[in-house]
T-cell receptor, first 116, second 109 residues
Framework: GALVYQYPRRTICKSGTSMRMECQAV??????VAWYRQSPQKTFELIAL?????????EQNFTQEKFPISHPNLSFSSMTVLNAYLEDRGLYLC????????????FGPGTRLTVL | GQQVQQSPTSLVLQEGENAELQCNFS?????MQWFYQRPGGSLVSVFY???GTKQSGRLTSTTVIKERRSSLHISSSQITDSGTYLCAMDNTNTGKLTFGDGTVLTVKP
């Protein structure tokens, strides 16, 4: 079956430092990878959508300078939260699918980021 | 305004009762997906349902595109059904999922 792994599951970082999180797709080709954030008391916000062989598209309020993403192949993606502050805390979820829109998206368990 | 509206915000049931969760969309619906969010935060796909009715065990999803709505029906609810259910509108052109705020379901013995 299709599975998505994320690492680490939980992490704590000091304010102003950076933190990298990883996403691994197993059992299917992650042609499209989306990174979402669920902040406390909020629903999911799309940070960026990465499709292999296309430029990564960032949503409003999210930038490559703050959340650089790598999607080097059809099974792996990583995202870094640079210069993290309190407002960056939350659950970061990676969603991947074997096509673009119109196909079921599979999510990893998330990386929960705490910023001190 | 919010593109995806879920109702109710929360729902408390006695074990054995049925649950009806709703999602309404303010833009043209491309496709939609229902998720169950575990207490730890991870998302489990319940249904990917672009249109019509799908059933899996005690769960049934119905999407009516022209009315811009989708529903999730849970029959004979069990305590283990408790948790947060989220619907997400899938823009098949951009590949973006837009989530609703979720329904918190509590099933009591």
């Amino acid at each position: 079956g299709a599975l998505v792994y994320q690492y680490p599951r939980r992490t704590i970082c000091k304010s102003g430092t950076s933190m990298r999180m990883e996403c691994q797709a197993v059992g299917f080709q992650a042609t499209s990878v989306a990174w979402y954030r669920q902040s406390p008391q909020k629903t999911f916000e799309l940070i960026a959508l990465s499709t292999v062989n296309s430029a990564i598209k960032y949503e409003q309020n999210f930038t490559q300078e703050k959340f650089p993403i790598s999607h080097p192949n059809l099974s792996f993606s990583s995202m870094t939260v640079l210069n993290a502050y309190l407002e960056d805390r939350g659950l970061y979820l990676c969603g991947a699918r074997d096509q673009g829109g119109g196909y079921e998206q599979y999510f990893g368990p998330g990386t929960r980021l705490t910023v001190l | 305004g919010q593109q995806v509206q879920q109702s109710p915000t929360s729902l408390v049931l006695q074990e054995g009762e049925n649950a009806e969760l709703q999602c309404n969309f303010s833009t043209s619906l491309n496709s939609m997906q229902w998720f169950y969010q575990r207490p730890g935060g991870s998302l489990v796909s319940v249904f990917y349902n672009p249109s019509g009715t799908k059933q899996s065990g005690r769960l049934t999803s119905t999407t009516v595109i022209k009315e811009r709505r989708s529903s999730l029906h849970i029959s004979s609810s069990q305590i283990t059904d408790s948790g947060t259910y989220l619907c997400a509108m899938d823009n098949t052109n951009t590949g973006k999922l837009t989530f609703g705020d979720g329904t918190v379901l509590t099933v009591k013995p």
